[in-house]
């Protein structure tokens, strides 16, 4: 009995939550953004990441992102277990399609999912070249590089940046969980900044797909 109250009583909150968030929009005069297509957020290369297509990750301060979109860091793995596609997604950075601020979300799939909470710097903030550095500076703030991987990119629903088909990703750790992220593409570079999002700092109510 005690378990059958507690999912009604988690069922009731998840749906309070998104509710508020629409009602606060339609309020403020904001559109919703639209859903993406389900087929979208049911593609197979989102499976093991600990959000989708469709979902509203909200922090714990009231910020939240409608994930619109999504990048997909894809790496050449070769067919496993009788799996015929010889890449998997090794992260995706998901966008919302929001009016006022951009922002975005960065996941890495099992065996040990997580989540960056990032926005996108403007063009000019950094300068990059063809490579990722191992360090770079913003705002006067340093960041050591982590992580260089070259990978394959695809993009799912609305909102996505045009890079092209392959880049060269570099991931960055900065002080008290900062976060940077390059990704330079063979028709762009972008970079967003943002922070490591700890278990308790957010929540991720799921959209109609799930």
């Known amino acids: 009995m005690i378990s059958f109250l507690a999912a009604i009583a988690i069922g009731t909150l998840t749906g309070g939550l ?16 639209p859903r993406p297509p389900l087929e979208d957020a049911s593609d197979p290369r989102l499976s093991g990441l600990p959000c989708t297509l469709g979902d509203v990750v909200l922090l714990a301060h009231g910020e939240e992102a409608f ?9 050449r793995v070769g067919a496993v277990d009788g799996n015929d596609d010889p890449m998997r997604t090794a992260a995706a950075l ?36 063809a490579e990722p550095p191992s360090a770079v500076e913003h705002e006067g703030e340093r960041f050591e590089r982590v992580r260089r991987l070259p990978l394959a990119l695809a993009s799912l629903g609305e909102g ?47 959209g109609a797909s799930r």
């Open 67 to 75: 994930l619109s979109g999504a990048l997909l860091l894809r790496e």
């Open 94 to 129: 998901f966008v919302g399609l929001e009016v006022a601020r951009a922002r975005a979300v960065y996941a890495r799939p099992d065996p040990a999912p997580s989540l960056e909470w990032m926005w996108p710097l403007p063009e000019a903030a950094i300068t990059i070249g």
């Open 18 to 33: 998104l509710g508020g968030l629409r009602n606060r929009r339609a309020r403020a005069g904001v559109a919703l953004p």
């Open 160 to 206: 996505v940046p045009e890079l092209g088909d392959d880049a060269v990703i570099g991931e960055y750790d900065g002080a008290s969980g900062a976060r940077l992220l390059v990704i330079i593409g063979t028709r762009a570079t972008r970079v967003w900044r943002g922070r490591h999002l700890e278990a308790g700092m957010y929540d991720v109510l799921p």
